[in-house]
């Protein structure tokens, strides 16, 4: 699903050179929920933004459902994300003028494609959102809203989820339910799950953890 080869991110030349990934190899497989644990700084993210097509590699092979991202155009990259891609960020990210079923719906409305209602209304069911749907992202808590997110990302069905500290903004309670909820959306439908998180006992939920350090996975 996701293969990885000699990955390497450096920003600058010379004595100022910082190298946020320094030579990563790694393979996750389909359906796979992977963990990845690290300090700040470790090149966590970056590894995270070139898997899903937010940034390009500075040298390195990233092959994901079958895309070779090497060579692909602008605009073919937005394809990719739109239609391989589900993201889930810190921050949520939901449009505050939007209600929750207007942003859980809006990959849909960028791509144009048509809403399969049955499949919007297994998601809403499962994460347990039928009563928010009218209401708009400032009058639900960090949970609900992460909820809303989990939701929006697995709408258009993509082949792999990133999620980057997606409880990071939420106390203890609502993270342990919001991984956990990701981690079941994950199973149900199959999908690749790939999570960065600084919460080793969040971490543990996964299949497998990773542990990255100076731009390097040290353990698998």
């Known amino acids: ?9 450096y920003y600058g030349s010379g004595n100022s050179q ?12 389909k359906g796979e929920f992977a963990a990845i644990v690290g300090a700040s700084g470790s090149g966590k993210t970056t590894f995270l ?8 590699p500075t040298e ?9 991202l090497a060579g692909l155009r602008e605009e073919q990259m937005a394809v990719f994300r739109r239609k391989k891609v589900g993201f889930i960020f810190q921050n949520y990210n939901l449009v505050p003028t939007l209600t929750v079923k207007e942003n ?29 749907l009218k209401v708009y ?17 697995m709408i258009a069905k993509p082949s792999v989820i990133l999620a980057d500290e997606p409880t990071g903004n939420l106390d203890s309670r609502n993270g342990q339910n919001v991984a956990g909820l990701l981690k079941m959306t994950a199973q149900v439908y199959h999908r690749t799950l790939v999570m960065i998180t600084h919460n080793l006992e969040l971490a543990q939920m996964a299949d497998r953890v990773l542990y990255m350090e100076d731009g390097r996975i040290v353990s698998k």
């Open 1 to 9: 699903m996701i293969t990885v080869q000699n990955l390497k991110k």
């Open 18 to 29: 910082v190298k946020a990934l320094d030579g990563v190899d790694l393979t996750v497989a």
């Open 49 to 56: 933004n070139i898997i899903g097509g937010l940034d390009i």
């Open 60 to 68: 390195g092979k990233v092959v994901v459902d079958g895309v070779n």
């Open 104 to 132: 859980i719906l809006f990959p849909l409305d960028l791509d144009g494609s048509k809403v399969n209602e049955s499949f919007f209304a297994e998601i809403v069911g499962l994460l347990g959102l039928e009563e928010k």
């Open 137 to 153: 992202p400032a009058m639900l808590s960090g949970g609900q809203q992460q909820r809303a997110a989990i939701a929006r990302a």
